[in-house]
């Protein structure tokens, strides 16, 4: 009889079946607690933190991703596969891509300070990428201890509140509203964002003195463009939640989602659009258009609405 000889599919089901079981044997849960240049650090459920590398064609991988990894026989950590994904923020970069920050988010901080001084189409941008990501978004203002008459440039509250945005100020500096801000972060997975210099690692450093987070000395915030945090990095806090520092973002495009309009990421806009005559209504130059009559009887804050059409005019439809 001739001898049988295994076909390439059979051999193939056979080494996928012997992988599972190797897989199964080895593999552990565990979360991503940074990735910086090919390095990626995992945090087990054991509590260990491991140095692992990754199969390739698993895409990008994540601060706060939830990962199946494998350990070799030469004792080697992999990251076999990235779990679900309950949501991703994600931005465009100075080149059109579009980039992963953070996974598994239960809300953006979107950090300003007195100094740099606020810039307001910056926050807008993080706020319309939040809502067409579905992510809870709030706004802290910090280093309020350098608050004074001349400097006080921007009447956040008066804009945010009214919106549904909680603001919150601080001062790691005087401790001033520090207690709110450990409150915020208290049992959920939370993510600062900011310009370079807003102090986002020197709040997490507040609530986490022993660990060492590298912070700008004065003369290095003073420099232009310089970003003192590399890469995000995920902490766990002694109240219960994790943090996610971020690195300062010069520029942050919104991702864009194209299935929607950009109007939904404008909670005002979104109320007022249902009264406007046309359901496409860009609330640009068409009649009876409910948003911008709403805008001259100063229902919608002016710099809202100019930040919406500039962003209408950087997507091409303005
Ligand atoms: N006066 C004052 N200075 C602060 C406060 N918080 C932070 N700073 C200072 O601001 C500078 C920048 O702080 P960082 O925490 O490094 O800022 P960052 O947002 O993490 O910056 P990147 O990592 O570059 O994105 C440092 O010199 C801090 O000491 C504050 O509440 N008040
Ligand atoms: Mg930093
Ligand atoms: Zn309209």
């Known amino acids: ?146 608050l004074n008459d001349t400097n006080d440039p921007f009447a956040l509250a008066s804009i945010y509140t009214p919106l549904g945005y909680r603001l919150l100020s601080t001062s790691v500096k005087t401790g001033q509203g520090m207690d709110e801000f450990t409150a915020l972060l208290t049992d959920q997975v939370s993510v600062l964002s900011g310009v370079s210099g807003v102090g986002k690692s020197s709040l997490t450093k507040w609530l986490l003195p022993g660990t060492d987070i590298k912070i700008a000395s004065i003369s290095e915030a003073n420099e232009e463009g310089r970003h003192t945090t590399r890469a995000s990095r995920l902490y766990h806090l002694p109240a219960g939640g994790d943090l996610i520092d971020t690195p300062g973002v010069r520029g942050f495009n919104p991702f864009v989602d194209k299935d929607r309009p950009l109007a939904h990421g404008f909670r005002e806009i979104v109320k007022f659009a249902e009264n406007c005559r046309f359901h496409n209504c860009l609330h640009l130059n068409e009649p009876d258009c409910a948003v911008v009559e709403a805008l001259a009887k100063g229902k919608i804050a002016e710099s809202r609405y100019l930040n919406y059409v500039k962003m209408q005019e950087q997507a091409g439809t303005g």
């Open 1 to 146: 009889m001739a001898k049988r000889r295994l076909s390439e599919r059979q051999k193939n089901r056979i080494q996928a079946a012997q992988l599972e079981v190797s897989d199964s044997a080895e593999h552990q849960h565990g979360i991503v607690v940074s990735h910086q240049g090919g390095r990626i650090l995992v945090e087990l459920e054991s509590g260990n933190t491991i140095d692992c590398k990754i199969k390739s064609n698993l895409g990008n991988i994540v601060c706060g991703d939830r990962v199946a990894i494998e350990t070799t026989a030469t004792r080697e950590h992999r990251v076999l596969a990235i779990l679900a994904r309950d949501n991703l923020l994600q931005r465009v970069d100075g080149f059109g891509q579009v980039r992963a920050v953070a996974a598994n988010i239960g809300q953006l901080v979107v950090c300003l300070a007195v100094t740099p001084e606020p810039n307001l189409y910056l926050l807008d941008q993080y706020l319309l990428s939040a809502e067409q990501q579905h992510i809870e978004a709030c706004i802290l203002l910090n280093k309020i201890d350098l």
